[in-house]
Nanobody, 128 residues
Framework: QVQLVESGGGSVQAGGSLSLSCTSS????????MAWFRQVPGKARDRVAS????????AYGDFVQGRFTISQDFAKRTVYLTMNSLKPEDTAMYYC?????????????????????WGQGTQVTVSS
């Protein structure tokens, strides 16, 4: 059973930066994509960014607009999300997730239901 442990998050003023990290207990073919999702109450869980652990290919949600960077340390089984130029609308619970790389389409899943493993979530609050 893959376990994900998140750290980081917190509160920051608009325009500020925060970093999140997520460490996986193991690397498997069912968890070779790692991603960050976010969710606000009453809304769907949206993918923020994803990364293919084997080669570091990254992808982002449209709303990121170059402000966030996902990166990895493969040896440590850890992914990082560096968030710059934060906006109040970035306020959400952020979740780390792990799931399988989709070989049929050659990218990591974008939808939350494709990810089997989840972290406990960490709150990010951006004040105006």
């Amino acid at each position: 059973q893959v376990q994900l442990v998140e750290s980081g998050g917190g509160s920051v003023q608009a325009g500020g930066s925060l970093s999140l990290s997520c460490t996986s207990s193991e690397y498997t073919s069912a968890s070779n994509c790692m991603a960050w999702f976010r969710q606000v109450p009453g809304k769907a869980r949206d993918r923020v960014a994803s990364i293919y652990m084997r080669d570091g290919r990254a992808a982002y949600g449209d709303f990121v607009q170059g402000r966030f960077t996902i990166s990895q340390d493969f040896a440590k089984r850890t992914v990082y999300l560096t968030m710059n130029s934060l906006k109040p609308e970035d306020t959400a619970m952020y979740y780390c997730a792990a799931g399988p790389f989709l070989r049929s389409v050659d990218y990591c899943p974008t939808r939350f239901h494709a990810y089997e493993y989840w972290g406990q979530g960490t709150q990010v609050t951006v004040s105006s």
